[in-house]
């Protein structure tokens, strides 16, 4: 159920193609005194699975508990719409959220200069970054301050550069993780961009320029696959960047656990982690 104090909205976001993409924004019912923040968030799925179910729960606690107005976006997936058009879906509600949020719209009342983040988990973490990159490298006005990355996949095993290849071990050691083990072991995802791609719209720690990036929080799992590039791309937007980051890493824990086993103490430590990062990113 819908709960009382988060008030919700289908919605359609029109596609540089035509195609309407699906959203639901949400807004706090009670409102404050203070500029309510937009959040714009990208569901996770293997950029081939997943609906706007998956980021409802997130989407009514920042509206709940930070008085911000959310967007879930049902960006069109693969292998039915060929990558890129999930960026190009991500990217134009972004876009659409830019001119469209204001305080005094009632359709969408956020206001961006009260922080503006994209956010996302596994895939949709990939997708938040390069959201964070496009949004710097085409001048979006207003511009992004933030992004969430939970558990993000940033750099794909057949394109690591030598330099990296000492630090990249997590996509073996981790693969007895209950979620990746059957899937990847027999049937290995490719690389959307194409074998050897570097591509910076699907391995964002290639981008060649990660200066001038929006502030980053991320939540890594200590035996997930993906954890490594996650670690990476930290220290290198911190160390080589000067961008401002935050980072929470759950030792003993595979890729989305919170979501697989949300009574574990240690999942309900995620969610609270994932409010107080969101509370330092604004």
Aim: charged share 25%.
């Amino acid at each position: 159920p819908i709960p009382e104090h988060v008030q919700e909205t289908d919605h359609v976001v029109e596609a540089r193609d035509g195609f309407k993409i699906p959203i639901i924004i949400y807004k706090p019912v009670h409102k404050s005194s203070e500029p309510s923040p937009v959040i714009v968030m990208l569901h996770e799925g293997g950029w081939t699975m997943g609906d706007l179910t998956d980021e409802h729960l997130n989407c009514r606690m920042f509206a709940r508990d930070l008085g911000a107005v959310c967007v879930n976006v049902d960006y069109r997936l693969a292998p039915e719409h060929a990558w890129p058009k999930c960026v190009e879906d991500c990217y134009d509600v972004i876009s659409w959220v830019a001119k469209t949020a204001s305080p005094s719209n009632p359709e969408l009342p956020g206001d961006p200069k009260a922080g503006f983040i994209v956010g996302g988990a596994s895939a949709g973490g990939n997708l938040a970054a390069v959201m964070a990159q496009l949004g710097r490298d085409n001048g979006l006005s207003p511009p992004l301050t933030g992004q969430y990355l939970c558990c993000p996949s940033l750099l794909w095993h057949d394109v690591v550069p030598e330099k990296w290849q000492s630090e990249y071990r997590s996509r073996h050691e981790s693969f007895d993780d209950p979620l990746f083990r059957d899937g990847m072991k027999k049937a290995p995802p490719n690389n959307l961009a194409g074998k050897g791609s570097t591509n910076p719209l699907f391995n964002p720690l290639l981008h060649p320029n990660l200066k001038g990036l929006p502030a980053c929080y991320q939540q890594v799992s200590g035996l997930d696959p993906l954890r490594d590039e996650a670690i990476l791309y930290e220290r290198v937007l911190r160390e080589e960047n000067g961008v401002k980051t935050k980072i929470d890493v759950y030792d003993g824990h595979g890729h989305m656990f919170w979501t697989n086993w949300p009574t574990l103490e240690r999942s309900k430590e995620f969610v609270k982690d994932t409010l107080e990062g969101f509370k330092w990113l604004l």
